[in-house]
């Protein structure tokens, strides 16, 4: 069964350094999005992707946040300047588009801020 | 983000039994109703998922009952078993949208 794959599975980063977590979305599917899961608490939406354009996005994605979907299979969460409170669960998904199509959930990468 | 609320927290059932979870929401505009899995390590899996236009859904021994007029929804497990094991949230949205995750509830199965 096709699987949204993430790497790294964790990435340890300094406080103020920039971060690239990584993504392979299923290949037919054409919305993207991530999630945020800080430990003990709910999963929490960033951002969708469409059509190469953010088609949606919370008040977490702030400035420091950007993604990209620099080729065809690759999808990338950029965080600029890491905060400690960036420390996290980083989700990605990925749907076929349309209300009744599931999206699709990767491992996640947890993100440790130092 | 919209509100959802998950009801209980955590739950402990013993195999064979019952495992009754429930969510409400404030967002009239959401138009589907999803519950998630996860297991530790591993991220959110859908299970089940309802539209509004049916008040039940049943998968197997997962089944949905939907109440559009008290904004609610729970996920009835039948013969729970030590396999179902994990972190279950309920996750609305609107016409395929950003989901809105409640808070998770961790359920055991006991042998």
């Known amino acids: 069964e096709p699987e949204v794959t993430q790497t790294p599975s964790h990435q340890v980063t300094q406080m103020g350094q920039e971060v690239i977590l990584r993504c392979v979305p299923i290949?037919?599917?054409?919305?993207f999005y991530w999630y945020r899961q800080i430990l003990g608490q709910k999963v929490e939406f960033l951002v969708s992707f469409y059509n190469n354009e953010i088609s949606e996005k919370s008040e977490i994605f702030d400035d420091q946040f950007s993604v990209e979907r620099p080729d065809g299979s690759n999808f990338t969460l950029k965080i600029r300047s890491t905060k400690l409170e960036d420390s996290a669960m980083y989700f990605c998904?990925?749907?076929?588009?349309?209300?009744?199509?599931?999206?699709?959930f990767g491992d996640g990468t947890r993100l440790s801020i130092l | 983000q919209q509100q959802v609320k998950q009801s209980p927290q955590s739950l402990i059932v013993q195999k064979g039994g019952i495992s009754i979870i429930n969510c409400a929401y404030e967002?009239?505009?959401?138009?589907?109703f999803p519950w998630y899995q996860q297991f530790p390590g591993k991220g959110p899996a859908l299970l089940i998922a309802i539209r509004p236009d049916v008040s039940e859904k049943k998968e197997g021994r997962f089944t949905i009952s939907f109440n559009k007029s008290a904004k609610q929804f729970s996920l009835h497990i039948m013969d729970s078993q030590p396999g179902d094991s994990a972190t279950y949230f309920c996750a609305p949205s609107h016409s395929g949208y950003a989901l809105n995750f409640g808070k998770g509830t961790s359920l055991l199965v006991t042998p």
């Open positions: 967002n009239t505009a959401f138009d589907y």
């Open positions: 998904a990925s749907s076929e588009g349309g209300a009744d199509q599931p999206q699709h």
């Open positions: 290949s037919n599917h054409l919305y």
